[in-house]
């Protein structure tokens, strides 16, 4: 990634290490001129991944765009916490119209700006998954196809969260949601084909689509950053644990992250004009169950039995996007995993893959 | 200047006028040619504006949300399953108070799917919070767009102009367009009450619980009554730089005397100012109410144009099942029901004409009316297909049955 200098896990800590940095090398969040986009005083819960990820990732376009921003909100958990009126933790221009049009009311105001010459300000849309993978689809859809000149951010905590976690299209196999719970021969989440909205998001050719965790804010401030360097329609998926939803601890919320990420089940890369262009290798490679067990919706995979077959064939999606995206390079997978290598497997064609 | 034209394109010329710096549109479900002659004009830089062509009427109200919010006039035009289907974005762009103004070419609702006219879809809107205007031509068509920018800016609510579909969207009728200069003196340049600025930031948009959600509301309600106002100043205005009268509240015709008034919103109200004309030949004492602006309902407008008639007969080209008339509710409300009686006509649905000998036998003889009559209900077809229910449980969907009874394999209007 082409900020990082120095491999931060060499002074010992997973800590951002700002101090052994040049001035202007360091995170948008350590310089005292950070805008607080989402400031203080909101109502999102302990250790909510949602609240720290839009904060990092809109400061960052705020300082990308010397504060000639305005963001679009779904409806949903980052809504409602951050805008009970009369108070409300936006410092920046903030409208929310409904929960399935967030991309088209950015498409909206973006129109306005090119049309009153405006285009020095620049649009963000943001979401949870969904009115992002649900019921935004189609607005989402629409949006990239047309070019619009819309960052659009999902904030992923793969459930509908703020009306009491209802399952998702986002939502994982076997997790327990309120709408898949674990009662049954086959509790929780079916396993369906999923929604991989990054990869439909690079089906419609934008240029730029990435994903990023809470896990490694310098590579989400570093994806908004370059999100801002195009024009025309960009989409970064976040991904962001909500203890509440997911039965973690609110101290675990980056552990969580890092986790999912470590196990290959969610990819980070990031791609331009429908090729992956990068993608985050894993350091220490864990099984999925590390990742499942501390989370109290995957629960029932271990108790009062551990489900192998179910945790296999969760395993084997891990398997699969670590082929599929790159994510254990040969000359690390072999030395730093007791786990064998992953076969790598082809992409399908016309997702524009193979250019990894 | 005069122009023989297809009402779309007068009103396309119109919203052109009014300068709107964001357009959007979805075509099908339905659109009207408005929108093709304003991408035309937009494409070749006759008017200098962003076309958006969007994957729906919710993504076009949407668009139109975004873009009034960020300060721009912005334009959208629909008609029938399209205003439905932006439903949940009509209410958010008045709960918002953002001045969009939208055509909508008065179509039928399905199923049956039909893509004739009558008011069945805006009606279905008309507790949105938008101001509701109907054209009764395509001179008031055209008009009415001028004037609906300069009332929805000035009170920060969204104004629908009401024009029946294919009676004026697809009809060539004479109509005086006026020139840039006159519509640029009478429509100011748009000042937004709120704005999405980075340089002045606002939360627009949140999330009001029980404690201020009712005063919100109330708010909404005194704006209407405002509205009121608003709508027949800006008509007396327009009255006076443009040289016609056109939208208002009411337009009363022959109701001096009047025992009898018929009240009709939108093109209907020529056949049934001709049917009136042939009855006052006749000697019967009766007159018109043409009601141009429903929402607000000017209640007190409505009182006054009725003077003494002693009988209301509300032509409806909507109607609400389980309930009747929808209009009817609304002037019942504005009258003393003791005083006067008020009969509901059904009349003109999914684009069936109404006809002037039709109105004529009805009216002649109005004082037998039952509190509600369907006009021209073949009694005949629907007696045939009750019988076929009673018959059988799996009697199949009725109107493929009552098209096969019928004979007839193509749309018949009249």
């Known amino acids: ?356 | 200047m005069l122009k023989q034209v297809e009402g779309s394109r007068a009103v396309a010329e119109a919203v052109a006028m009014c300068r709107p710096q964001v357009i959007c549109a979805y075509p099908i479900t339905p659109q009207t040619h408005i929108v093709e002659a304003l991408s035309a004009m937009v494409k070749d830089e006759t008017l200098n504006a962003e076309f958006l062509n969007v994957e729906s009427e919710f993504a076009a109200m949407s668009v139109a949300i975004g873009a009034s919010a960020a300060g721009a006039r912005a334009y959208t035009a629909t008609a029938s399953q399209g205003l439905l289907y932006m439903s949940e974005a009509v209410w958010n762009a008045a709960g918002l108070g953002l001045p969009i103004v939208m055509t909508v070419a008065n179509r039928a609702i399905g199923a049956p799917i039909n893509i004739w006219n009558d008011h069945s879809d805006a009606m279905s809107q008309r507790d949105a919070g938008w101001l509701q205007l109907y054209a009764e031509t395509n001179q008031e068509a055209l008009d009415l767009h001028v004037q609906a920018f300069r009332i929805a800016e000035e009170l920060s609510v969204p104004v629908m102009v009401c024009m029946d579909g294919f009676l004026l969207t697809h009809a060539s009728e004479r109509v005086d367009v006026p020139a840039q200069t006159q519509v640029d003196a009478f429509l100011p340049r748009y000042e937004p009450r709120q704005v999405l600025d980075p340089a002045e930031p606002v939360s627009i948009g949140a999330m009001v619980g029980p404690e201020a959600f009712t005063e919100v509301r109330y708010l909404a309600y005194q704006r209407m009554r405002q509205a009121l106002d608003v709508i027949g100043a800006t008509a007396a205005g327009f009255a006076g730089q443009f040289g016609r009268p056109s939208g208002g509240l009411v337009r009363p015709y022959r109701t001096g005397d009047a025992e009898i008034v018929v009240a009709a919103l939108g093109s209907v109200l020529g056949t049934v100012k001709d049917t009136v004309d042939e009855l006052r030949a006749d000697g019967h004492k009766i007159g018109v109410l043409g009601i141009n602006t429903y929402r607000p309902f000017p209640a007190d407008a409505v009182r006054e144009a009725l003077g003494g008639a002693r009988h209301v007969v509300v032509l409806e080209r909507a109607l609400a099942p389980g309930s009747g008339g929808i209009v009817t509710a609304d002037i019942r409300a504005a009258l003393d029901p003791q005083a006067r009686r008020i009969s509901t006509v059904i009349a003109g649905l999914g684009g069936r004409a109404v006809t002037r000998k039709s109105l004529r036998g009805l009216l002649a003889q109005a004082g037998e009316l039952p509190p509600l009559t369907f006009l021209d209900l073949d009694t005949g077809l629907v007696d045939r297909e009750l019988a076929r229910m009673r018959a059988a449980r799996r009697s199949g969907p009725s109107p493929e049955n009552m098209l096969r009874d019928l004979g007839i394999t193509a749309s018949r209007i009249g």
Not at chain 1, 6 to 14: P, V
Not at chain 1, 289 to 317: G, K, M, N
Request: charged share 20%; net charge positive.
């Open chain 1, 1 to 356: 990634m082409p900020y990082q200098r120095i491999k931060f896990y060499q002074t010992g800590s997973l800590a951002v290490g700002n101090r052994l940095l040049a001035e202007d090398q360091r995170s948008v969040q350590s310089t005292a001129g950070r805008s607080n986009a989402l400031t203080c005083g909101h109502r999102a819960c302990q250790g909510c991944g949602e609240a720290l990820g839009a904060r990092y990732a809109l400061d960052a376009v705020h300082r990308a765009t010397q504060g000639q921003m305005i963001a679009v909100n779904a409806t949903g958990c980052l809504e409602v916490f951050s805008t009970p009126f009369p108070e409300t933790s936006w410092q920046i221009a903030w409208l929310h119209s409904l929960f399935g049009n967030a991309p088209a009311v950015a498409s909206g105001v973006a129109a306005a700006l090119k049309a009153m010459g405006r285009t020095d300000i620049r649009v963000v849309g943001q979401g949870g998954d969904g009115g992002t993978v649900d019921i935004g689809m189609a607005c989402l859809s629409g949006m990239f196809e047309r070019n619009d000149d819309v960052l659009y951010i999902c904030y992923d905590n793969q459930a509908y969260m703020n009306t009491g976690v209802q399952r998702s299209g986002a939502t994982p196999p076997a997790a327990r949601t309120a709408t898949t719970q674990a009662v049954g021969r086959e509790p929780g989440n079916r396993f369906g084909q999923g929604k991989n909205v990054p990869l439909i998001a690079m089906a419609h050719e934008i240029g730029y689509v990435a994903t990023a965790t809470v896990a490694d804010l310098r590579d989400l401030e570093y994806k908004a950053t370059r999100a801002m360097d195009f024009h025309g329609a960009r989409y970064l998926h976040i991904l962001v644990p909500c203890p509440l939803g997911w039965g973690s601890a609110p101290a675990d919320t980056i552990k969580v992250a890092r986790l999912a990420t470590e196990s290959g089940l969610f990819p980070v890369f990031e791609a331009e004009t429908g090729a992956v262009t990068s993608s985050t290798p894993i350091r220490h490679r864990v099984p999925v169950t590390d990742y499942l067990r501390i989370q109290a919706r995957y629960a029932h995979l271990f108790r009062p039995r551990e489900r192998t077959e179910v945790i296999a064939r969760i395993q084997a999606a891990a398997d699969r996007n670590i082929a599929r995206f790159g994510l254990m390079p040969a000359d690390i997978s072999a030395e730093r995993t007791g786990l064998p290598a992953p076969v790598p497997v082809t992409s399908p064609a016309g997702l524009g893959l193979e250019g990894r």
